[in-house]
């Protein structure tokens, strides 16, 4: 293939990818013109400790870049969230297309990728809610997806994408929660080999140090900043004054019982069969190499359940990249060919 008929082939991607984004971005402005004004407010009342709950006042980093946009374009924080917004949503696809057509070699699958991220995006919204730091976990949950489908145990790359994650939400946690299952098992599974052992014991202590970390940051930054909601009926946010997570399991327990939202209701059994199919070719494809990778994905499903509203569909977003990564760019591959850490791969061959 010429280098000419690359650079058309790549610019017709990136037009049929902005094609793909501007649709998306139509549809979910459709979905979301009821609650958006209350969103922008919100993500306002982060920067001020006037978040809408005491929850979401660790959630600084997409009030930081519509910050940091508004004073660079010198616009009003309104139109700079806009801006913001669409940029991350958009910006995922490009990120889903680069990752597929990466392992793949194929244009053609990476777009194909893209447009069922796109769709997928707009279906799980929620009725009246699709916050700025549920954007940018399109593309953070993407990277972490990305290696933890790769079996990849390397610092280098896990320890910024927790921090960058940890300013934009407690979910984090599960970045440090990788790191202690897929040391701890390359640990187990490398009898004999001391060198593999040694380094795989000290990931794991970084892992639990993040763990510790983060629960102790996500407590603080709530504490240290949070004053009043901009929603005088929350206030204080006195019940949820400890820490401020909503610890929901029987509420959602009841939903699903019974549903006053027959669409939501649908569309959280979708993503709980979806998610469990998942698993089940993550088993039936990888064996027991998955065992850490399906205890992560149990630990994520059971973190909605307890802490989120099943019934806000937009909960089970950020399973998305897990799926799509996974059957797109995975699909068919041994069980060398995904396993990029060295010392992970050394480590489960010793113990076969």
């Known amino acids: 293939m010429s280098v000419t008929e690359s650079r058309e082939k790549t610019l017709a991607a990136v037009l049929l990818l902005l094609v793909i984004s501007l649709l998306e971005l139509h549809s979910l402005q459709l979905i979301q013109a009821s609650g958006y004004d209350r969103e922008v407010v919100g993500a306002y009342g982060i920067l001020h400790g006037t978040p809408e709950w005491r929850v979401y006042q660790n959630r600084l980093l997409g009030p930081i870049l519509v910050q940091l946009l508004m004073k660079a374009a010198h616009t009003n924080f309104v139109m700079a969230y806009a801006h913001t917004l669409s940029l991350l949503v958009a910006g995922a696809n490009f990120i889903v297309y680069a990752l597929v057509r990466h392992q793949t070699s194929k244009s053609s699958t990476g777009l194909i990728a893209s447009v069922t991220f796109a769709a997928a995006v707009i279906v799980f919204q929620d009725a009246n809610w699709f916050y700025l730091w549920d954007a940018i976990d399109l593309s953070t949950m993407l990277a972490f997806a990305y290696l933890a489908l790769k079996q990849s145990t390397d610092l280098r790359l896990l320890i910024p994408l927790f921090f960058v994650e940890l300013l934009n939400r407690e979910s984090a946690e599960f970045v440090a929660l990788w790191i202690i299952f897929a040391s701890l098992f390359t640990l187990l599974a490398a009898s004999g080999d001391n060198l593999v052992k040694g380094r795989m014991f000290i990931k794991c202590l970084c892992g639990l140090a993040l763990l510790g970390f983060g629960s102790w940051w996500t407590h603080w930054i709530r504490s240290r ?128």
């Open 225 to 352: 900043l949070f004053h009043h909601s901009f929603d005088p009926r929350i206030g204080l946010d006195l019940f949820h004054r400890t820490n401020g997570e909503h610890l929901t399991l029987f509420y959602n327990f009841a939903s699903f019982t019974s549903s006053y939202n027959p669409e939501s209701f649908m569309v959280g059994i979708i993503a709980n069969c979806a998610i469990g199919y998942f698993l089940y070719k993550l088993l039936a494809t990888k064996g027991l190499l998955s065992a850490p990778l399906v205890f992560l994905i149990l630990a994520m499903v059971s973190a909605v359940w307890t802490f989120g509203v099943v019934a806000e569909t937009r909960v089970w977003l950020e399973f998305v990249p897990f799926l799509v990564l996974f059957f797109f760019g995975s699909e068919g591959k041994t069980n060398a060919a995904i396993l990029a850490d060295s010392e992970t791969e050394t480590g489960l061959k010793l113990a076969a």
